[in-house]
């Protein structure tokens, strides 16, 4: 069920630790379930050696995953009519990730009211590690 138009202001913020202390093993697990076995990823020795960083880091996808879950739980995965983010910065093991969603206005979409929400993921150090933009309906009248 979505959230009702009359639930809902323009301003209104969700705030989540979507990770603490990331660990390897979780960036390990989400290549097997992606199938993204990218080695800057799953193999410290090419991160450090090859490319020069130091230490593998998650994949984009992940971190947008773990960002997603504030809006699936505030609005129902099948209210999410767009969803989409920046990477602005790698996420570490060891990272705590926490995401704000605001809503920054409610427009009338085709079939009712439409909650358009900003989105933004940082670290335990207040980097901003992804920005994003999402949509997600309402139930209700425009």
Do not use: C
């Not at 090859?50 to 995953?65: N, R």
């Not at 990477?87 to 206005?105: I, N, R, S």
């Amino acid at each position: 069920m979505a959230v009702s138009r009359d639930e809902i202001k323009v301003g209104e913020t969700r705030e989540r630790v979507v990770a603490e202390d990331l660990k390897r093993t979780q960036i390990v697990q989400y290549a097997g379930a992606s199938g993204d076995f990218n080695p800057l990823h799953t193999d410290q020795e090419f991160a450090v050696g090859s490319a020069g960083y130091p230490g593998v880091f998650a994949h984009g996808m992940l971190t947008m995953g773990m960002t997603g879950r504030v809006l699936t739980e505030w609005f129902g995965r099948e209210n999410l009519l767009r969803f989409g983010v920046r990477f602005k910065a790698q996420v570490w093991p060891g990272d705590t990730l926490t995401v704000t969603a605001t809503v920054e206005d409610i427009t009338a979409g085709d079939h009712g009211p439409v909650a358009e929400v900003s989105l933004r993921t940082v670290n335990q150090d207040g980097v901003e590690v992804v920005a994003g933009t999402a949509a997600a309906r309402l139930d209700g009248p425009a």
